[in-house]
Each structure stands twice: as structure tokens, then as C-alpha cells.
């Protein structure tokens, strides 16, 4: 099995900072895609960014050029930079792994237990 620890949520003033991450554990053979999702009261969840193997990332448009998403492939540790926080950043955010136990089992999704993230004066 794979394991999924987030930290680094909080309360924060608009126009601040928090830095997230997720660091994966077990029997982990291979790490393929990651990724940070978020669930705001009454809506669903929804893509905040992902980062491939090879480093490639990919936004939601809400968070393109405050957000940075990055790896730390040795550590299996993932991190979400967030500048310029915004009220409607508000969320629960979870971060996702795609990873495999064995070279002969196929990548499944795996989430954390989710850490929350609030914007406020």
C-alpha cells in the first residue's frame, strides 16, 4: 500500500503565502504522475495542478501564475507553493499520487487524508 502525508495548510491573509506538501510512503515500486486537488464547501472537487514524472506541469487557469507545483522524485515528496492567496483559494486541498507496488501491477490513484487551506483577513 501507499501512503499519503500532507501538511503545511493553515489559516492566511489575503495576499499571503503557504506552502503544501505531500510526502508518499510504503511499498511503493514506481511514482508516476502527481498532483493537488481542492473541495470547497458545497462544490466539488477540482484540479488545482499536476506534475508528470519527467517534471511537466499543468495549471487550472484560477491559480496559473500564483501557484507552483513541484517533486522531489528520491524523497517521493510533492510540494504546492501558493502566493497571492485569494479568499475563493478557501478549500480543502488533497493531494493525489499515481503509483504502482509492483513492476507487474498497474498505477492506481491514491489520495491523502486532505489538509485545509483558509484564506482570510
Same mark, same amino acid.
Do not use: H
Given at each position: 500500500?501507499?501512503? #499519503?502525508? !500532507?501538511?503545511?495548510?493553515? #489559516?492566511?491573509?489575503?495576499?499571503? &503565502?503557504?506552502? #503544501?506538501?505531500?510526502?508518499? &510512503?510504503? %511499498?511503493?515500486? &514506481?511514482?508516476?504522475?502527481? @498532483? $493537488?486537488?481542492?473541495?470547497?464547501?458545497?462544490?466539488?472537487? !477540482?484540479?488545482?495542478?499536476?506534475?508528470? &514524472?519527467?517534471?511537466?506541469?499543468? +495549471?487550472?487557469?484560477?491559480?496559473?501564475?500564483?501557484?507552483?507545483?513541484?517533486?522531489?522524485?528520491?524523497?517521493?515528496?510533492? /510540494?504546492?507553493?501558493?502566493? %497571492?492567496?485569494?479568499? !475563493?483559494?478557501?478549500?480543502? +486541498? /488533497?493531494?493525489?499520487?499515481?503509483?504502482?507496488?509492483?513492476? $507487474?501491477?498497474?498505477?492506481?490513484? +491514491? $489520495?491523502?487524508? @486532505?489538509?485545509?487551506?483558509?484564506?482570510?483577513?
Amino acid at each position: 500500500q501507499v501512503q #499519503l502525508v !500532507e501538511s503545511g495548510g493553515g #489559516l492566511v491573509q489575503p495576499g499571503g &503565502s503557504l506552502r #503544501l506538501s505531500c510526502a508518499a &510512503s510504503g %511499498s511503493i515500486f &514506481s511514482i508516476n504522475a502527481m @498532483g $493537488w486537488y481542492r473541495q470547497a464547501p458545497g462544490k466539488q472537487r !477540482e484540479l488545482v495542478a499536476t506534475i508528470t &514524472s519527467g517534471g511537466s506541469t499543468n +495549471y487550472a487557469d484560477s491559480v496559473k501564475g500564483r501557484f507552483t507545483i513541484s517533486r522531489d522524485n528520491p524523497k517521493n515528496t510533492m /510540494y504546492l507553493q501558493m502566493n %497571492s492567496l485569494k479568499p !475563493e483559494d478557501t478549500a480543502v +486541498y /488533497y493531494c493525489n499520487v499515481r503509483a504502482r507496488t509492483s513492476l $507487474w501491477l498497474p498505477f492506481r490513484d +491514491y $489520495w491523502g487524508q @486532505g489538509t485545509q487551506v483558509t484564506v482570510s483577513s
